[in-house]
């Protein structure tokens, strides 16, 4: 495979939702069409390492329009589609419409269809209205939990039409669709920034003998609309989001600056032979998988690297600094104290500026959540609201600025959550490969990285009780020899006392920005949970029974991730810090 091709699979994907009026006014629709291409225009001349893509149902109207534009731009088109193909042609007006259709079904990158049971009819809704809706509010749950903007040609009016544009906005923004979400989702969403309620508002008049004249937005005030109580409607993408997609960006582009070494040097989730069964959907996202977990480990080295030059200089400063106390005055002592802190500052700078830290954290927990949804995904492991899936809660507890880490998620699983996969056989691989065994899956990785913590960490232990013993030893030396030892002996003793004392000092601190004692409980916490899932997935009598089980188990274990990301980005070392534990 080239290194090309190789970096554009890599590409993360922007995903713009398409949601809007069928009966548009005719005069409006250029300049709807001009705005429209602006906006794409920016998003492609803003974010050139991501892949755009606009996801349309191709309806008529406002979704046509943006899929033409789309193409005509060259950006790839996916369509949606919320029923079979003959079904959903049938709720077109004209047979132009359907024809149109079919021309733009056939330049687009990929058609899916969207595989759901329809539930019962809710109270409050009658039979055949529920029938023919619910596909329509399955489908404005699919997109907005599937992009990253919602495009909407809205003419701003509520209105009760379940999967209509008003009520997809609605849900886009605070979770709320008549007949599918209860009413504590509202309630729920208002307890947490969340990234995901970012609209682009093109405002439209509609072309319809029922429609109400309204003093609202015309289509030139075009503008970003958020749940922000501030500034709901801005020209400028709020900072929240450009933080978020700039973070996004980022992992696009290092994911596709790497992508030769990712594809020579990854380690898949799919390796075994039985993962080739495994769809393509559930496949994509062991390709996002496998892009994070090797540039986590890539910053990890480069962090370690730094803290280990880190400490082994501020070791020296100190040595260098006992040596001009204790043993010699000589100024040179101190100069090469000051160089060995220069090059401790210029690693931690050189940490600093390429956040290294940060990366190292963000991509490892990004990985660990597309673990999860990779097995769920083989496993059939599906939330049992229609409208949820494995990104929407993961770290939104959180700061804010985690919300990228969701984005990324969210169109890893695109065809997956379109269409979950329920064979046995993802049940079985899941169950060998994630839960594993005594030396495989993550049983044995536990077991395994947690006996290696606490060995590292039980070294640490043995150099602080030789540290002791020499203090002690060197007191005692003090105490007997000392009358008759001359300034060079004193000097010698104190130098071999303090030098212990300063090993052991520089090593606990290089063991606590390496987080190792929690990591120790973070590694035994979470061989208990899978010990305890394997047990009670050997006594489950059915396959959903299994799926109860690994969907806890995936909870726990993203619940810990999160725990773990907070944890680690308390852990920073600074200037202040090596100077003091060098002086």
Same mark, same amino acid.
């Not at 998988?289 to 962090?303: G, I, N, P, S």
């Not at 004193?490 to 520089?506: E, P, Q, R, W």
């Given at each position: 495979?080239?290194?090309?091709?190789?970096?554009?699979?890599?590409?993360?994907?922007?995903?713009?939702?398409?949601?809007?009026?069928?009966?548009?006014?005719?005069?409006?629709?250029?300049?709807?069409?001009?705005?429209?291409?602006?906006?794409?225009?920016?998003?492609?001349?803003?974010?050139?390492?991501?892949?755009?893509?606009?996801?349309?149902?191709?309806?008529?109207?406002?979704?046509?329009?943006?899929?033409?534009?789309?193409?005509?731009?060259?950006?790839?088109?996916?369509?949606?589609?919320?029923?079979?193909?003959?079904?959903?042609?049938?709720?077109?007006?004209?047979?132009?419409?359907?024809?149109?259709?079919?021309?733009?079904?056939?330049?687009?990158?990929?058609?899916?269809?969207?595989?759901?049971?329809?539930?019962?009819?809710?109270?409050?809704?009658?039979?055949?209205?529920?029938?023919?809706?619910?596909?329509?509010?399955?489908?404005?749950?699919?997109?907005?939990?599937?992009?990253?903007?919602?495009?909407?040609?809205?003419?701003?009016?509520?209105?009760?039409?379940?999967?209509?544009?008003?009520?997809?906005?609605?849900?886009?923004?605070?979770?709320?669709?008549?007949?599918?979400?209860?009413?504590?989702?509202?309630?729920?969403?208002?307890?947490?920034?969340?990234?995901?309620?970012?609209?682009?508002?093109?405002?439209?008049?509609?072309?319809?003998?029922?429609?109400?004249?309204?003093?609202?937005?015309?289509?030139?005030?075009?503008?970003?609309?958020?749940?922000?109580?501030?500034?709901?409607?801005?020209?400028?993408?709020?900072?929240?989001?450009?933080?978020?997609?700039?973070?996004?960006?980022?992992?696009?582009?290092?994911?596709?600056?790497?992508?030769?070494?990712?594809?020579?040097?990854?380690?898949?989730?799919?390796?075994?032979?039985?993962?080739?069964?495994?769809?393509?959907?559930?496949?994509?996202?062991?390709?996002?998988?496998?892009?994070?977990?090797?540039?986590?480990?890539?910053?990890?080295?480069?962090?370690?690297?730094?803290?280990?030059?880190?400490?082994?200089?501020?070791?020296?400063?100190?040595?260098?600094?006992?040596?001009?106390?204790?043993?010699?005055?000589?100024?040179?002592?101190?100069?090469?104290?000051?160089?060995?802190?220069?090059?401790?500052?210029?690693?931690?700078?050189?940490?600093?500026?390429?956040?290294?830290?940060?990366?190292?954290?963000?991509?490892?927990? !990004?990985?660990? #959540?597309?673990?999860?949804?990779? =097995?769920?995904?083989?496993? &059939?492991? *599906?939330?049992?609201?229609?409208? $949820?899936?494995?990104?929407?809660?993961?770290?939104?507890?959180?700061?804010?600025?985690?919300?990228?880490?969701?984005?990324?998620?969210?169109?890893?699983?695109?065809?997956?959550?379109?269409?979950?996969?329920?064979?046995?056989?993802?049940?079985?691989?899941?169950?060998?490969?994630?839960?594993?065994?005594?030396?495989?899956?993550?049983?044995?990785?536990?077991?395994?990285?947690?006996?290696?913590?606490?060995?590292?960490?039980?070294?640490?232990?043995?150099?602080?009780?030789?540290?002791?013993?020499?203090?002690?030893?060197?007191?005692?030396?003090?105490?007997?020899?000392?009358?008759?030892?001359?300034?060079?002996?004193?000097?010698?003793?104190? !130098?071999?006392? #303090?030098?212990?004392?300063?090993? =052991?000092?520089?090593?606990? &601190?290089? *063991?606590?920005?390496?987080?190792? $004692?929690?990591?120790?409980?973070?590694?035994?916490?979470?061989?208990?949970?899978?010990?305890?899932?394997?047990?009670?997935?050997?006594?489950?009598?059915?396959?959903?029974?299994?799926?109860?089980?690994?969907?806890?188990?995936?909870?726990?274990?993203?619940?810990?991730?999160?725990?773990?990301?907070?944890?680690?980005?308390?852990?920073?070392?600074?200037?202040?810090?090596?100077?003091?534990?060098?002086?």
């Amino acid at each position: 495979m080239s290194h090309a091709s190789n970096s554009e699979q890599l590409a993360l994907p922007l995903v713009i939702a398409v949601t809007g009026h069928r009966d548009l006014v005719a005069a409006e629709i250029p300049l709807i069409r001009q705005r429209m291409e602006e906006l794409f225009v920016d998003l492609k001349e803003e974010y050139p390492y991501n892949r755009l893509v606009i996801m349309s149902p191709l309806a008529e109207g406002a979704d046509t329009i943006a899929a033409e534009v789309a193409l005509d731009l060259e950006i790839d088109l996916l369509v949606p589609l919320p029923k079979p193909l003959d079904e959903y042609l049938a709720d077109f007006n004209t047979e132009e419409a359907r024809q149109k259709f079919r021309d733009l079904s056939t330049r687009a990158r990929q058609i899916i269809e969207l595989k759901y049971a329809i539930p019962p009819t809710p109270d409050g809704f009658e039979e055949d209205n529920w029938i023919n809706s619910f596909p329509y509010a399955h489908l404005g749950t699919y997109l907005c939990a599937h992009c990253h903007i919602l495009l909407a040609v809205w003419d701003g009016q509520e209105s009760t039409k379940i999967g209509g544009t008003a009520s997809v906005i609605r849900f886009h923004q605070d979770d709320i669709m008549p007949g599918l979400t209860p009413d504590t989702a509202a309630a729920q969403r208002m307890l947490v920034d969340d990234e995901s309620d970012l609209v682009f508002h093109i405002p439209c008049s509609r072309d319809s003998a029922d429609y109400a004249e309204h003093a609202g937005h015309t289509v030139e005030e075009s503008c970003w609309y958020t749940k922000d109580k501030e500034n709901p409607r801005s020209k400028e993408l709020p900072a929240q989001h450009k933080l978020i997609f700039q973070r996004s960006a980022e992992f696009s582009q290092d994911a596709q600056l790497y992508a030769e070494k990712i594809e020579q040097e990854r380690w898949s989730l799919i390796e075994s032979e039985a993962a080739e069964k495994l769809p393509d959907g559930i496949k994509d996202i062991d390709k996002t998988y496998c892009a994070a977990d090797w540039l986590a480990m890539f910053y990890q080295k480069k962090v370690m690297r730094t803290l280990l030059v880190t400490h082994v200089m501020a070791f020296l400063m100190g040595l260098m600094f006992l040596m001009y106390t204790d043993f010699s005055s000589v100024q040179l002592m101190l100069v090469a104290f000051l160089i060995f802190f220069t090059i401790a500052t210029l690693s931690q700078t050189a940490s600093k500026r390429g956040e290294w830290h940060r990366k190292y954290l963000d991509y490892r927990t !990004l990985a660990e #959540g597309l673990r999860v949804q990779f =097995y769920w995904a083989a496993a &059939g492991v *599906t939330s049992k609201s229609k409208w $949820k899936f494995a990104h929407d809660s993961y770290l939104q507890t959180e700061n804010p600025e985690f919300g990228w880490i969701r984005n990324v998620m969210r169109v890893a699983g695109i065809d997956n959550d379109a269409d979950p996969y329920v064979d046995n056989h993802g049940m079985q691989f899941t169950l060998a490969e994630w839960v594993g065994g005594e030396d495989s899956g993550q049983l044995g990785y536990f077991k395994r990285k947690g006996q290696e913590r606490i060995e590292r960490y039980q070294l640490n232990e043995k150099l602080g009780t030789l540290s002791l013993l020499a203090s002690v030893a060197s007191v005692f030396v003090f105490l007997i020899f000392g009358s008759d030892m001359s300034e060079l002996g004193h000097s010698i003793v104190a !130098l071999v006392m #303090g030098t212990t004392l300063l090993l =052991y000092g520089v090593r606990e &601190g290089y *063991t606590y920005a390496n987080a190792t $004692k929690e990591l120790i409980k973070q590694y035994e916490h979470m061989l208990r949970i899978f010990d305890n899932a394997n047990r009670r997935l050997a006594e489950a009598n059915t396959i959903e029974d299994k799926r109860s089980v690994l969907s806890v188990l995936g909870q726990s274990a993203l619940d810990e991730h999160a725990d773990w990301i907070v944890m680690q980005r308390e852990r920073s070392l600074d200037e202040t810090e090596i100077w003091r534990m060098g002086s």
